[in-house]
């Protein structure tokens, strides 16, 4: 069954077309930079590549512009759009109402619509890549697959901020957790490595641009370093993640800024960017740091410490570690970042082999020394994967 994944931003599109039974991959792309001018790159089967530089006005042009180039001569990968059987959408925020993901309808956009407050950013472009599909292609059906629906599983002590009960209950303030297609795909893969241990205990570190840790015990997350917003847990690539919340009033006040500016500025101008002042590309401060740029040193060593306190943490949430997982762009790539997590963890029986961590592989790998208790492994995410098989077994 051919499923189209769609994750829709506030100024960019990536899609997916798979083959949601053999998992093949057909075509893939993304639209960026839609209402600014507009650029389209598209992927069909690896090797065909084609860049279309348009102005792309809204997300319905970028759309149309997808599926005309999904059926078009020299990118042609199915003859027309009947031929896809389903669509499946990432949709950011689930809140309470959604553990797991479901066939849309006008009551859920409605319940997604409720939770814009929570994802003032995502849900609403979310929602905008919904209805263009319903539009476009009314025949086919459209399935919501959560990013916060995997940690619906977390126990009340550990989704309950410390502040009073009314809000929780009133203002839904609570610990809901993110990239949650992606820890349940990467610990479904740990465990199958793990021959189906039965009582597992995983940790997921999902290192990329976004970053975030989830512990998984027996496939289920109990606790996870996102919270109400993606701001939470790790220093990641712009946003500077946990920190004191007295850093804010202090900021506000100190250099007059609204909050609409403290929230950018601990979004997009903190983490690896603001504390390396070069990039929030980390392969850039690796770079730098080799030439000798003391604070690049200092913010990668920030940015693990933050892991490795994670990890630790989690371990003990866990009782233990069958397996540490790493996955996402600096986790599936970075050599370095491993090591500097892992390092001096023998005590708690977590052994990094060094030659095995230099491995490069497109698959699952396993890292560890042979006497390590705790398995590492690298195992390459798939959230698209994900949506399109929760996509086809919702419809099929
Ligand atoms: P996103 O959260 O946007 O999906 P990715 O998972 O693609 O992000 O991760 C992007 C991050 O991965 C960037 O910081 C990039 O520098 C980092 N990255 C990619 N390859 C490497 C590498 N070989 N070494 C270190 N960092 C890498």
Same mark, same amino acid.
């Given at each position: 069954m051919l499923i189209f994944v769609l994750n829709a931003g506030s100024s960019s599109l990536k899609y997916q077309l798979i @083959?949601?039974? $053999?998992? &093949?991959?057909?075509a893939s792309g993304v639209v960026e930079r839609i209402g600014i001018d507009g650029i389209l790159k598209h992927v069909v089967s690896k090797n065909k590549k084609l860049t279309i530089e348009a102005f792309i006005p809204s997300h319905k042009e970028a759309i149309e512009l997808i599926l005309e180039t999904l059926t078009?001569? &020299? $990118?042609? $990968?199915? *003859?027309?759009?009947? &031929?896809?059987q389903a669509i499946g959408h990432r949709v950011a925020h689930g809140g309470e109402f959604f553990k797991g993901s479901t066939i849309v309808n006008e009551k859920v956009i409605k319940k997604i619509e409720e939770l814009i407050p929570l994802a003032p950013l995502h849900n609403p472009a979310n929602i905008l890549g919904m209805k263009i599909c319903m539009d476009l292609m009314p025949n086919i059906p459209n399935v919501a697959v959560f990013d916060t629906a995997f940690h619906q599983t977390m126990p009340e002590v550990h989704f309950l901020?410390? #502040? !009073? =009960?009314e809000d929780y209950t009133e =203002?839904?303030?609570?610990k809901y957790g993110f990239h949650g297609t992606s820890h349940s795909y990467v610990s479904n893969e740990a465990i199958k490595l793990l021959n189906?241990?039965? *009582?597992s205990r995983i940790i997921v570190c999902h290192l990329g641009n976004g970053s975030s840790i989830c512990a998984i015990k027996d496939g289920k /997350?109990? @606790?996870?370093?996102?919270?109400? $917003? !993606?701001?939470?847990g790790l220093m990641m690539g712009t946003r500077s993640g946990d920190?004191?919340?007295? #850093?804010i009033p202090y900021l506000m006040d100190r250099k007059n800024m609204d909050t609409h500016q403290i929230i950018d500025y601990l979004n997009k101008k903190s983490g690896i960017l603001g504390v390396s002042g070069?990039? /929030?590309?980390l392969r850039e401060i690796i770079s730098a740091a080799n030439e000798g740029d003391q604070r690049a040193s200092v913010t990668i060593d920030m940015m693990c410490n933050r892991v490795r306190k994670y990890v630790c943490a989690y371990a003990g949430l866990l009782g233990g570690v069958d397996a540490i997982c790493f996955t996402a762009g600096i986790g599936e790539n970075s050599t370095l970042i491993r090591e500097k997590v892992c390092f001096n963890l023998e005590f708690m029986g977590i052994e990094l082999d060094d030659e095995k961590n230099q491995l490069k592989s497109s698959g699952n790998i396993e890292i560890n020394?042979?006497? /390590?208790k705790t398995k590492i492994f690298v195992i390459p995410t798939n959230e698209e994967l994900v949506i399109a098989k929760d996509t086809y077994n919702l419809v099929k």
């Open positions: @083959n949601a039974q $053999t998992s &093949e991959l057909k078009h001569d &020299e $990118t042609k $990968t199915i *003859n027309s759009i009947d &031929e896809i901020f410390p #502040v !009073p =009960h =203002h839904h303030l609570r189906n241990k039965k *009582n /997350s109990i @606790n996870t370093s996102m919270g109400l $917003t !993606p701001l939470g920190i004191d919340a007295g #850093v070069i990039s /929030s590309d020394k042979k006497s /390590s």
